[in-house]
């Protein structure tokens, strides 16, 4: 295969090595502000904020069913364990992980020098990354950032609108036709065909659902994290559209990791879970017709499940 290729040329990745401590300044905790309701609610819409990045135009895409997570090119104890570090973070969140073998949709590569990966094998099957049609990334800039800059981890996810009542894609796919295309209104034949039941100006019965995303990782440019604080950095881009531009600093979340690792949460921070908890438990929420909507249903969702946590109850790790 293709990609088995390309894997094969890359040279053998090193182990991941324990940080050293490093003085930093305490970004603020979702737990400090969980006892404040108005600055809680706006704290994780600043936070929603900072962090989303869907496809152009589109909203917040979440993984439907489930997903398979496939490690290559690491030690086999080291992908173990960062495949089932991402795949307990998804079945905590309600979504199947399926055993291998399964055809990987989240796949994670380790390399030496991730910006050459990253162009060649974008090079070789560009229609991995960017399918043809709109709405299913975040576009030829971002693709080049994706290829281009320096980082620690890189990903890039591809996700598709469907109708939520048939699981039909709610545009136009390459190469696809409803009918013979030719004649007077054969141009009809090129468009995808839905039928809404219940029309709104404030939802749609429209979702975005992710396919796949590539996750490449630079073993040499991880600045001492540990295998477990890489293994939830992983879970966090995998299971959501994050901007890697995002300047977080001012939260505790694990996407801080390479600015610091000794300083960054040991997993999943509480910021991290709640959005990815508020991300797919907003239920008919992820309908929002409007982008700035849904952000705001789901910075609802996470001020909401800690404002009504029940008094002694245990806050995210």
């Given at each position: 295969?293709?990609?088995?290729?390309?894997?094969?040329?890359?040279?053998?990745?090193?182990?991941?090595?324990?940080?050293?401590?490093?003085?930093?300044?305490?970004?603020?905790?979702?737990?400090?502000?969980?006892?404040?309701?108005?600055?809680?609610?706006?704290?994780?819409?600043?936070?929603?904020?900072?962090?989303?990045?869907?496809?152009?135009?589109?909203?917040?895409?979440?993984?439907?069913?489930?997903?398979?997570?496939?490690?290559?090119?690491?030690?086999?104890?080291?992908?173990?364990?960062?495949?089932?570090?991402?795949?307990?973070?998804?079945?905590?969140?309600?979504?199947?992980?399926?055993?291998?073998?399964?055809?990987?949709?989240?796949?994670?590569?380790?390399?030496?020098?991730?910006?050459?990966?990253?162009?060649?094998?974008?090079?070789?099957?560009?229609?991995?990354?960017?399918?043809?049609?709109?709405?299913?990334?975040?576009?030829?800039?971002?693709?080049?950032?994706?290829?281009?800059?320096?980082?620690?981890?890189?990903?890039?996810?591809?996700?598709?609108?469907?109708?939520?009542?048939?699981?039909?894609?709610?545009?136009?796919?390459?190469?696809?036709?409803?009918?013979?295309?030719?004649?007077?209104?054969?141009?009809?034949d090129y468009a995808p065909i839905t039928n809404v039941n219940s029309p709104s100006r404030l939802s749609s019965q429209y979702v975005d659902v992710l396919k796949r995303v590539f996750i490449i990782v630079d073993v040499d440019r991880l600045?001492?994290?540990?295998?477990?604080?890489?293994?939830?950095?992983?879970?966090?881009?995998?299971?959501?559209?994050?901007?890697?531009?995002?300047?977080?600093?001012?939260?505790?979340?694990?996407?801080?990791?390479?600015?610091?690792?000794?300083?960054?949460?040991?997993?999943?921070?509480?910021?991290?879970?709640?959005?990815?908890?508020g991300l797919y438990g907003s239920g008919s929420e992820s309908h929002r017709i409007n982008q700035r909507s849904q952000v705001q249903a789901v910075a609802a969702a996470i001020a909401d499940a800690y404002r009504n946590r029940p008094e002694?109850?245990?806050?995210?790790?």
């Open positions: 295969m293709i990609v088995g290729a390309l894997l094969a040329a890359v040279l053998a990745a090193q182990q991941v090595a324990p940080p050293a401590p490093v003085p930093a300044d305490d970004p603020v905790r979702l737990e400090d502000v969980v006892v404040d309701a108005r600055r809680l609610e706006a704290a994780a819409e600043e936070y929603v904020d900072l962090v989303a990045a869907p496809a152009g135009r589109r909203g917040l895409a979440r993984w439907h069913d489930g997903v398979c997570v496939g490690v290559a090119n690491l030690e086999n104890g080291v992908s173990q364990q960062l495949a089932d570090q991402v795949s307990d973070v998804a079945r905590g969140l309600g979504l199947r992980a399926h055993e291998p073998p399964c055809h990987p949709s989240v796949l994670i590569i380790a390399t030496t020098d991730a910006a050459r990966f990253a162009e060649d094998f974008v090079a070789v099957r560009p229609v991995l990354f960017r399918v043809g049609s709109p709405g299913m990334d975040r576009g030829k800039a971002a693709l080049r950032d994706f290829t281009t800059e320096e980082r620690p981890v890189r990903w890039w996810h591809v996700s598709l609108p469907i109708d939520s009542q048939t699981g039909m894609p709610v545009i136009r796919m390459p190469g696809e036709v409803n009918g013979d295309g030719v004649g007077p209104g054969a141009a009809m600045n001492g994290a540990t295998a477990q604080q890489l293994g939830a950095y992983l879970a966090m881009v995998a299971l959501a559209q994050v901007d890697p531009d995002a300047d977080t600093s001012q939260f505790d979340t694990i996407l801080n990791l390479f600015d610091d690792p000794a300083a960054a949460p040991p997993g999943l921070s509480g910021w991290d879970q709640a959005y990815l908890e002694g109850a245990s806050e995210p790790d």
